[in-house]
Nanobody, 130 residues
């Protein structure tokens, strides 16, 4: 199993980035996919998630309206479009896969999202700074 994130980098406040995550080694279309992030000195936190079909989306309050998660089941890819970036978005962003049983918590039950993930990528660094 592999999850490989890409697309991170340095961006100015107000700018945009698009993160990608390429999945292999498991039945991608059966799994919910999620993005988490971890800022220096802080715990890893839930950012966004998407159901196996792409029909249900979940976002942390801190990113609603600015970040958009999507997936392409034909190419085993998941994306995170990041707009209106703020310095507080600076973190390592991790792609994760889990909850293949199809029962999803709401976006506020972040512990269930975290502990429900079976596979994790190694992360990509996003730095928002002028």
């Amino acid at each position: 199993v592999q999850l490989v994130e890409s697309g991170g980098g340095l961006v100015q406040p107000g700018g945009s980035l698009r993160l990608s995550c390429a999945a292999s080694g498991f039945t991608f279309s059966s799994y919910a996919m999620a993005w988490f992030r971890q800022a220096p000195g802080k715990e890893r936190e839930f950012v966004a998630a998407i159901s196996w079909s792409g029909g249900s989306l979940y976002y942390a309050d801190s990113v609603k309206g600015r970040l958009t998660i999507s997936r392409d089941n034909a190419r085993n890819l998941v994306f995170l479009q990041m707009n209106s970036l703020k310095p507080e978005d600076t973190a390592v962003y991790y792609c994760a896969a889990g909850l293949a049983h199809g029962s999803y918590p709401n976006e506020y039950d972040t512990s269930r999202w975290y502990y429900g993930m079976d596979y994790w990528g190694k992360g990509t660094l996003v730095t928002v700074s002028s």
